[in-house]
């Protein structure tokens, strides 16, 4: 018989382990949720994901890549974009939001110096599909439908591709090389362009749907509306669409001393700011308030900045001519009163507060409109194109997307329903049954345990001085230094998704996460998991969430 | 210098305190055995005194312990510690680490008598607190590390009596090293673990370890009290170098007691009707006091 050592000796290969898995209640799992700024953006762009390989690997290569997933204008979007991504950042009620907007730009400018080419993922396939209109929502759907291998051709009416951001934006927020040679990159994936075509009346609407699998309307609200008052059709009254589109072609236009803007939307501050840059003094006429303008706020303050005058609750009744040509406004002032159906206060006269402006030119920016001129297709209240929930129109194979469905909105979203049409158009033309991807939820900032992060001050872009602004339509905001678009990256919560920052590794009182060998994330082992739910607490970005035992 | 100090500051894990204990879900005497484990490396020989974590890691046939394990009285761990000690001298073997550890009753109240007398013979040992204010294995009876106010089963109405402050009296038995950390900051844990191992003599190193189930908190929020426990002053981080106060940990952002002392069941009885607030000001009076002498 084998001779025992005296006492108890225990050796590591007895031992049987204890499975403290079965006490469990509550089990920990890995979630990757929506981040806020992801689920805010319209373009549908992965922002958290494009933050993060900047922050962690400092490439820009990659981080162009991901973003140009989704967006085929990253360098367009960093300059005119709204950013409602920026509104959604959690870090909102930490510190203060995220500069994804510079981001987003530098990130767009590495891209256009370095030449950086989409990739296909399909080579070629026989389909055909026409996009109307060379917008933002056109060259979106073109641009995805290009990389799953369809032949697109786009029909433009102008002379230059580009629509409302060749048209619509002035040079000192977004100068033309930067629009064009992100869009020479989307027809070097294979998009055929014909421009100077104005479907509709170069070629009948019909043939195209006959001709082609699937047709995508991208025309935009291009017709400026002036509002109707005695003498807007003066020979010295320009719609804003108008004015704009002329400036950006190069046409000098005569615009005198005086202008008058009427309007506070985007198109207004537009406006404005290029007539003062033409030399003039400018007015902005607007019936409300500053807190009713439909316009970005940068803008407003912006144009607030380089002097031009703001005139509240005043609105035109008519236009004062001699000769022909406009002389000044007649304007009332107005008071606000409740609110109106789209739940802004509503503007009423004072009687007897009539004043004069006098104006050399008077710019209406008071609206656009579809041009439908040969498209005969089912509208909502006359105005905007109507599409199911897949942006089909009442025609079948007919889609549509950007200004011309949505109203007047951003380049952002036009791009993101251009994308979201290219899919509807695949499933349609493959004849899947639509669907749309289950979407996890999104993070919001009780989620998150910000213990774990340091306030850290947010990258301001320095615009030129105002003198140096007004001197032409250079850009306003210089190049960004891509160190600071990487520290401000750094800043990133990463809602949602974990960092490495090991504190569920480490805080697991039963040494039940493991760090998997392959791929060297964090796994649970369920064997030995108690379900305390420390991990989860201490996750620093609600990566983990505690669940119902499956 | 430099190196040495990296080397400090990184964060081990080395699976030497092991999966399959019976601790409760979110308990901080584990966490903390387990930071301390990773720390002192497999050199290392443990003498763990009677109490929770002896009883809920030891049983045969599944330890958790994957070093040398010594299991002895309530009252005399770190007696052993020093007979260990002596052995390996008297053998000329080793360098090893040993470390003594022991809940609060084993330190503050029943091993007192050994700890101070391997303190002044100055063993070459580390003893390990995991302060979790009660007698916790035993339900959850009063000890000397039990805060003012908290109830425990034999102070139903709330403890009348002041934590004992045991860093301070070992401390004053000369020794060369004693710190104080929780298990929130798993990396100045491990980094004075590490220096202390490091330092030649006795050492004394005290961890807040909350006990979800004497506190009567949830298993989750382990971490989360004793950031509180930091952040309102009460407990103070601190090293004791030579005699000498240093690396005081400061206060982010001080927080009033009551963030703390609501969510744990102990101090719910403060906050019901009828509770005492002269006990919670008393609370916040103690509190105001560690910022001020130690300058948190």
Known sequence: MEKLPLGLVMELRNVVPYKTGSWRTLMPINVMHTPPCNHACPAGNDIRGFLRVLAEKKDYEQAWHMLTRTNPFPAVCGRVCPHPCEGGCNRRDFDEPLAINCAERAVGDYGLENNLKHKKLIETRKEKVAVIGSGPAGFSCAFHLAKRGFQVKIYEANSEPGGMMRYGIPSYRQPNYVLKQEIDNILSLGVELECNVKVGVNIPFDQLRNEYDAVFLGMGAQKGVSIDIPGKDAENVFTGVEFLKQVNTGKWVEIGNDVVVIGGGNTAMDCARVAKRLGANVNIVYRRTRNEMPAITAEIDEAMEERIMFRYHTNPVKLVLDEGRVVGLLCVQMELREPDASGRARPVPISGSEAFIPADTVIMATGQAVDYDGIEIQTVDKRWIYTNEYLMTSTEGVFAGGDAVAGLETVSLAIGQGMRAASAIEDYIEGNKESELAQQPVVISRELNTYYYQPVKRYEKEARSIHMRLKGFKEIYPTFDQDDIIAEADRCFSCGLCFDCGNCYMYCPDNAVKKSKTTGLYEFDYDFCKGCGLCAKECPCHYIQMTLEK | ?296
């Open chain 2, 1 to 296: 210098m430099n190196q040495n100090a990296e080397e400090l500051n990184k964060v081990e894990k080395k699976d030497l305190f092991t999966s399959g204990h019976r601790a409760c879900g979110g308990c901080g005497q584990a966490l903390a055995a387990r930071l301390v484990q990773d720390a002192s490396g497999e050199n290392t020989i443990a003498c763990v005194a009677t109490g929770c974590l002896e009883v809920f890691s030891s049983p045969y046939p599944d330890p958790s312990w994957r070093i040398p394990f010594l299991h002895s009285l309530f009252e005399n761990a770190s007696a052993v510690a020093s007979g260990v000690e002596a052995a390996y001298k008297a053998l000329k073997k080793g360098p090893v680490n040993i470390i003594a550890q022991g809940g609060d009753g084993s330190t503050a109240d029943i091993g007192f008598q050994s700890i101070s007398g391997m303190f002044e013979r100055g063993h070459n040992v580390l003893y390990v607190c995991y302060d979790n204010e009660a007698y916790m294995n035993t339900g959850v009876q009063r000890s000397s590390f039990t805060p003012y106010g908290a109830r425990t089963s034999t102070t139903p109405m709330g403890n009348k009596t002041r934590k004992k402050n045991m860093p301070l009296i070992a401390a004053d038995h000369g020794i060369p090293y004693v710190a104080t950390a929780t298990v929130d900051d798993f990396r100045d844990l491990q980094r004075k673990v590490k220096t202390a191992l490091s330092i030649e003599g006795p050492k004394y190193i005290h961890i807040l370890a909350p006990c979800p189930l004497g506190w009567g908190h949830h298993g989750e929020l382990t971490v989360q009290i004793c950031r509180l426990a930091k952040d309102t002053g009460l407990f103070p981080i601190y090293e004791i170098i030579d005699g000498k106060l240093a690396n005081v940990k400061k206060i982010r952002a001080k927080v009033p007691v009551e963030e703390y002392l609501k969510l744990q069941g102990r101090f719910s009885h403060l906050f019901k009707k009828g509770g005492s607030k002269e006990t919670i000001a008393e609370i916040q009076n103690i509190a105001n006091q560690n910022i001020e002498r130690y300058n948190l």
